[in-house]
């Protein structure tokens, strides 16, 4: 599977972004999805995870409420819908993918190359 990330950008606090991760291959359907963020100085971070169907999702604490997860597997994509955008979202988003979900980015051996959202306050 490769990835595809795009949709970042500069973007006031309290505002939206909706990032997208195109795949291409044949094991898509077959494959759980998930985004990380990582920030300056920090370590790779879940964000959430979708699995191959959709119908199970996980997200991290951090942004329940705020971030959706979703995939349509007819077009080979994953988006992230991030609301009320706070500056401590900064960071590069990356999505990956695995045959099965998991939150541990050790888990995923497919990346993205990122795409970098920045929330000013």
């Known amino acids: 599977v490769q990835l595809q990330a795009s949709g970042g950008g500069l973007v006031q606090a309290g505002g939206s972004v909706r990032l997208s991760c195109a795949a291409s291959?044949?094991?898509?359907?077959?494959?759980?999805m998930a985004w990380f963020r990582q920030a300056p100085g920090k370590e790779r971070e879940f964000v959430p995870s979708i699995s191959s169907y959709g119908g199970t999702t996980y997200y991290a604490d951090s942004v329940k409420g705020r971030f959706t997860i979703s995939r349509d597997n007819s077009k080979n994509a994953v988006y992230l819908q991030m609301n009320s955008l706070k500056p401590e979202d900064t960071a590069r988003y990356f999505c990956?993918?695995?045959?099965?979900?998991?939150?541990?980015?050790?888990?995923?051996?497919?990346w993205g190359q990122g795409t970098q959202v920045t929330v000013s306050s």
């Open positions: 291959g044949r094991t898509f359907s077959n494959s759980a």
């Open positions: 990956a993918a695995e045959r099965l979900m998991a939150r541990g980015s050790n888990a995923y051996r497919y």
